[in-house]
């Protein structure tokens, strides 16, 4: 369900069972919750951390993606659209339904000024040492370069993006 959430400075949408006023006083105030969160990668103009959050009565390490500023074109194109952070929410809950492999998505956070964009969130659920196909692919070009656990890992992949494209998602 993509109903529209406030916290704080911030409009979004998290799932229904998730809109507990205590999470939203959390969010309410990304800058002091990315302050505690572990930072995971860096550099370019996003950045991921994992904080814990309280989430449906008990709390969960929740992976936040900051996506860095763009410039204002783009800003306006993203004002019709959605920002990347919803688009990347709503992508994650398609593949989410339709069993496709993927962390939880749990909401997305903006906040405009105007039609500026001025943050902007994508939360999903932490999932330790899950990997990226960029970063497999070069694990194993880097230590083990085998052609047949090279043609595993693609063979895996397309099955993935045939399955995200089974669930609506190009």
Known sequence: EHAAIQAGPYRG?????????????????MPA???KAKPLAHGGRNQLAVAELPLAGGAAQVAIKVFGRQA???DWIDFSRGS???RSWLAAAALHKAGVGTP????????????R????????IFEENLTCF???????????PVCEKIM??????????WAMHEAGVV
């Open 33 to 35: 919750l990315l302050r």
């Open 104 to 115: 939880a998505p749990v909401g997305y956070l903006d906040r405009w000024q105007g039609r």
């Open 152 to 161: 595993g890992l693609m063979q895996t992949a397309a099955a993935a993006i």
């Open 117 to 124: 964009l001025l943050e902007s969130y994508y939360l999903s």
């Open 72 to 74: 204002p074109p783009k």
């Open 134 to 144: 960029r970063d497999e692919l070069n694990r194993l070009y880097r230590e083990d």
């Open 84 to 86: 990347k952070a919803c």
């Open 13 to 29: 949408a998290l799932p229904p069972e998730l809109r507990a006023p205590e999470l939203l006083a959390k969010l309410a105030d």
